[in-house]
């Protein structure tokens, strides 16, 4: 079975840094790409980074760039999200995601529970 | 970044009826286009890919269609499960977006 497990939220200052770690198992992580997905409080969706299987290419939403950094461990099926100069506005749950294993498509198979980041003084 | 907007933002239905959910590209994202289902307090499921492909395990009540700008999700016969929001999202190039949502409540 498919699980993701993310952990690493809290409360955080304005201007203050956090990291995420989504931990993955029952499958083989190494070979798929991955995501975060965050959602603010009763709000939509909104992607914010990507990072292929083996770590060399990432990107994200312009809306991060600059601030977080994705990144991932293959031998420890885990992946993060480094947030550095954290504003009120990234105050959100934070799922992480598998990519499909189908050439080409970036749709999100499987999704983390999530875990909430609130940025407030 | 293409825009997608979803229609209407709330849909209020009866179990057993049908539900019929509008997602619009601001440019064309061919078939390129993913549903996913959100309930309270849980994370997204993937309802449908490439526009119209139900994935795994998901009943058959559930249907995707067209391609371009122009996407409908139906879900044919509403079970008390099914009230939730649905999301739909592009992933034609980067950045990947997603919809505003619609959420299905009861009537």
């Known amino acids: 079975e498919v699980q993701l497990v993310e952990s690493g939220g809290g409360l955080v200052q304005p201007g203050g840094s956090l990291r995420l770690s989504c931990t993955a198992s029952?499958?083989?992580?190494?070979?798929?790409?991955m995501h975060w997905v965050r959602q603010g409080p009763g709000k939509g969706l909104v992607w914010v980074s990507r990072?292929?299987?083996?770590?060399?290419?990432?990107i994200y939403a312009d809306s991060v760039k600059g601030r977080f950094t994705i990144s991932r461990d293959n031998a420890k099926n885990t992946l993060y999200l480094q947030m550095n100069s954290l504003r009120a506005e990234d105050t959100a749950v934070y799922y992480c995601?598998?990519?499909?294993?189908?050439?080409?498509?970036?749709?999100?198979?499987?999704w983390g529970q999530g875990t909430l980041v609130t940025v407030s003084s | 970044e293409i825009v997608m907007t979803q229609s209407p933002a709330t849909l209020s239905v009866s179990p057993g009826e049908r539900a019929t959910l509008s997602c619009r590209a601001s440019?064309?994202?061919?078939?390129?286009l993913a549903w996913y289902q959100q309930k309270p307090g849980q994370a997204p499921r993937l309802l449908i890919y490439?526009?119209?492909t139900r994935a795994t395990g998901i009943p058959a009540r559930f249907s995707g269609s067209g391609s371009g700008t122009e996407f409908t999700l139906t879900i044919s016969s509403l079970q008390s499960e099914d009230f939730a929001v649905y999301y739909c999202?592009?992933?034609?190039?980067?950045?990947?977006?997603f919809g505003g949502g619609t959420k299905v409540e009861i009537k």
């Open positions: 995601a598998r990519e499909t294993a189908e050439d080409g498509a970036n749709y999100l198979d499987y």
């Open positions: 029952g499958f083989t992580f190494r070979s798929y790409w």
């Open positions: 990072i292929k299987s083996d770590g060399k290419n990432t």
């Open positions: 440019q064309s994202v061919s078939s390129n």
């Open positions: 490439g526009a119209s």
């Open positions: 999202q592009h992933y034609n190039n980067w950045p990947l977006t």
